[in-house]
């Protein structure tokens, strides 16, 4: 199938150059459509579909997820976004002063706010362990991570796909590191599902969190939040409601707890099993590999046009469908309204502590046509200055 047919499922405007599916993604017509499905069909029928219809639904896109990702139907639980799901499970986990919970220097800011939070509240430390860039090779990442291990680490909390890095972090080997010293692993994987393949029963890590809404294309406010069956019972509903010592329980108190938070629209949640079979009709497989060595085939260019070194070695085991490269720019939110409005390009200008990227993502629908405009651009930013 080519870029053109993938581009006529989708609602994009047809005049934006459209690098930046990795913040929100973006949901083809047939399961925007199946999604409106479900949003009519609980307006029609408001109090038996939220009082009825929706476990029985939720019920049906766990167990459809839980296929994709494999893991337990019941250690899933869907919430609206990444950060619900941190923010439960890091406000549940117990710590006292002096506690410490390692990460990297490279997570989300939205997670790296919420742990300080949480740490402030009670005395312990978020520890940011730098890490070296560009990265080198698996061994040399976990070995680096680790060095910020002390006998007051409670937890590690790392990215699968970082955001402002779009690197792909060896969450593997740094679960079986951390299994090995006692410490649990938590892994915002924000990035992953219907990006990289992922198999939670083989990752056996104790907490993991990942988004529908992006690369696996579902409607805005799908996400999910796996918890290991024996910890379960240590994590808290972030809204108390009628699931919390419930009437008429389940079988599951973790279901119970984190399922069903009051009157809200779960339709997006509903679209799961839609959004698989959507990628399986059109060979995602193969749409995710074209993607990738588009997005390699570019890496070089854009690196030696900002003068801005790649993050890491161009392999599947580090980059996937997006490219961050560092920039010099002295105001990166004028540079982003200068793309998108003077260049009709949405493409991301991240701040990262003293950093800026540019970060392009890549998916069916893209061609290279897409990243010459993007190049032109910049070669126009920065003859006027705007782009050092």
């Known amino acids: ?46 109090v038996q579909f939220i009082t009825v219809r929706v476990a029985q639904y939720l019920k049906k896109s766990r167990e459809a997820l839980a296929s994709y990702i494999s893991c337990d139907t019941d250690d899933l639980v869907m919430v609206l976004n990444p950060s619900y799901a941190v923010n439960t499970i890091a406000k549940s986990i117990k710590m006292q002063a002096g506690d410490e919970i390692l990460t990297t220097d490279l997570e989300y800011g939205a997670c790296d706010r919420t742990w300080k939070f949480v740490c402030g509240q009670v005395g312990a430390k978020y520890i940011r362990q730098l890490i070296q860039l560009p990265l080198v090779d698996a061994k040399s990442f976990v070995d680096n991570l680790f060095a910020g291990v002390t006998e007051r680490t409670r937890l590690i909390f790392i990215s699968h796909i970082t955001s402002t890095t779009a690197l792909i972090l060896p969450v593997e080997e740094v679960a079986a590191r951390a299994k090995a010293l006692g410490i649990p692993v938590f892994v915002d994987g924000a990035h992953v599902p219907g990006h990289i393949p992922l ?83 059109h060979d995602w497989t193969n749409v995710a590999r074209q993607s990738r060595e588009l997005v390699k085939s570019y890496a070089h260019t854009f690196s030696e046009l900002l003068a801005s070194p790649l993050l890491a070695p161009l392999n599947d085991d580090f980059i996937g469908q997006m490219l961050s490269i560092g920039i010099k720019t002295p105001d990166p939110e004028r540079l982003y309204r200068t793309f998108v409005d003077e260049y009709k390009i949405e493409i991301p200008v991240m701040r990262h502590d003293d950093k800026v990227y540019l970060r392009y993502s890549i998916n069916g629908f893209n061609t290279a046509e897409d990243l010459e405009v993007l190049m032109a651009a910049i070669k126009d930013l920065k003859m006027k200055g705007i782009l050092l």
């Not at 499922?9 to 913040?23: A, K, Y």
């Not at 047939?30 to 069909?41: D, G, H, K, T, V």
């Open 1 to 46: 199938m080519t870029a053109q047919s993938l581009k006529s499922h989708f609602l994009l405007n047809e005049d934006i150059t459209f690098l930046n599916f990795g913040s929100f993604g973006a949901c083809p017509k047939p399961i925007f459509e199946r999604y409106q499905a479900f949003q009519l069909e609980m307006e029609r029928d408001p």
């Open 199 to 281: 198999d939670l029963n083989a990752l056996d890590v104790e907490y993991y969190t990942g988004a529908c809404h992006k690369w696996m294309m579902t409607p805005k406010g799908s996400s999910f939040m796996y918890v290991k069956k024996s910890l379960q019972h240590d994590i808290k509903p972030l809204v108390v409601s009628w699931g919390y010592e419930a009437l008429f329980p389940s079988h599951s108190t973790f279901l119970d707890w984190h399922s069903l938070n009051g009157t809200r629209d779960y339709t997006a949640s509903l679209c799961i099993a839609d959004a698989i079979d959507f990628m399986e009709t």
